[in-house]
């Protein structure tokens, strides 16, 4: 493949799959890895091989995708309220099985409503705010929520869920451990006060690739939902969650200009390589927007949406890098990355590659 693309050790992420999965074996928990970060049913299904339980998705499109390539266990961690959407979610939930998340009573209504005409009982979990400030019920409100929707006729109320990420007290952090610790005992006394209820509650379910280790271990977790592990980045070594070691994804590309001794051009920018990580952000504190591999020196410093430029140090303007070279990079965050491109590139041990399509690349519907 001519450059810019994405290239994959198919060894390393292999060793990634692994390691979560004797991670969640240890804890005792349930492995449902999110597919947002590869968006490839083949790379799945080797994480189900592993020993996951099933997988993880943001997008009905993604599920649907995932469903035709014979994965039968699907959780979609996304209000679906639109009625198009919620006729095929009853469609899928007759071909597999079938976790919808939802967050408010009017999301749970419009979906029993539709889920009652058809005869069908659809699974459903409930989503927490714990802190991320994006969908989920106010924590503070959840108990009440859970008790309404449990009501609910056509509903099966299987659990509760949140994502939070690297968060805590309501803002960013680099201590994960205690991130993860507080969010799995926010679940777990939540799922408490609304058993207490009377309300059956099968799954809590929880966790980021930064804080699994620590809210896996929590007890009472039942499931954890890590995504990019699968790959790992420059984030996650920022977290201390993996080393250089662990990076199983980088982009290739080639230099395409050299105007000045301390400056080179490459033939990716912001339609290659994710931007929502940006530089000297906190707390990550990441400079540029990825790693050059084997280069010590330099630093990429900026992009616009075809170019890339990379400022270069002492040392590698001493070096011969040259129009024409080929440059491999560790973006800052892979998940956002993968859905740029079409296609990646696997390599393998005995130097041989091959090319596979990310055929859930763009599926946002």
């Known amino acids: 493949m001519e450059t810019p693309h994405i290239v994959i050790d198919a060894g390393i992420m292999a060793n990634n799959i692994n390691k979560m999965a004797k991670l969640v074996t240890n804890a005792g928990v349930k492995l449902r890895p999110h597919v947002k970060t590869h968006k490839m049913p083949s790379i799945a299904i080797k994480q189900l091989m592993a020993g996951a339980s099933g997988i993880t998705v943001a997008k009905l499109s993604e599920a649907e995708l995932m469903a035709r390539h014979g994965i039968g266990d699907i959780f979609i961690a996304y209000p679906i309220v639109s009625p198009g959407k919620i006729d095929r979610l009853l469609q899928l939930a007759s071909q ?9 009573l009017e999301s749970a209504r419009l979906l029993a409503e539709a889920a009652a005409k058809s005869g069908k009982i659809i699974q459903v979990r409930l989503e927490i705010d714990t802190g991320m400030r994006r969908t989920g019920v106010l924590y503070r409100n959840a108990v009440e929520m859970a008790e309404q929707i449990s009501l609910l006729p056509s509903l099966r109320f299987n659990g509760i869920y949140t ?46 690739t930064p804080t699994a280790r620590y809210a896996a271990n929590v007890p009472g977790i039942t499931e954890i939902r890590p995504g990019t592990y699968v790959f790992q980045d420059r984030m996650q070594s920022r977290y201390g969650v993996c080393g250089p070691e662990d990076w199983a994804a980088c982009v290739r590309v080639t230099v395409i200009s050299r105007p000045s001794a301390d400056l080179a051009i490459i ?59 080929i440059l491999h990079i560790v973006p800052n965050h892979i998940c956002s990355t993968i859905n740029l491109h079409n296609q990646v590139v696997f390599r393998y041990e005995n130097g041989e590659e091959h090319t596979a399509p990310v055929l859930a690349r763009g599926l946002l519907e």
């Open 96 to 104: 597999i099985q079938l976790i919808a998340g939802i967050d408010s």
């Open 267 to 325: 033939d990716g920018g912001s339609k290659t390589f994710a931007t929502d990580i940006q530089p000297m952000s906190n707390p990550l504190q990441l400079e540029g927007y990825g790693h050059v591999l084997g280069w010590e020196d330099i630093r990429f410093e900026r992009v616009s949406e075809e170019h890339g430029m990379l400022k270069l140090g002492p040392i590698a303007q001493t070096s011969s890098l040259q129009t024409g070279d």
């Open 163 to 208: 994502y939070r990420g690297a968060m805590y007290d309501g803002k960013p952090t680099l201590d994960i451990k205690t991130a993860g610790d507080d969010e799995g005992r926010l679940m777990v006394d939540l799922a408490c006060r609304i058993r207490k209820r009377g309300i059956r509650i099968d799954e809590i379910s929880v966790g980021s």
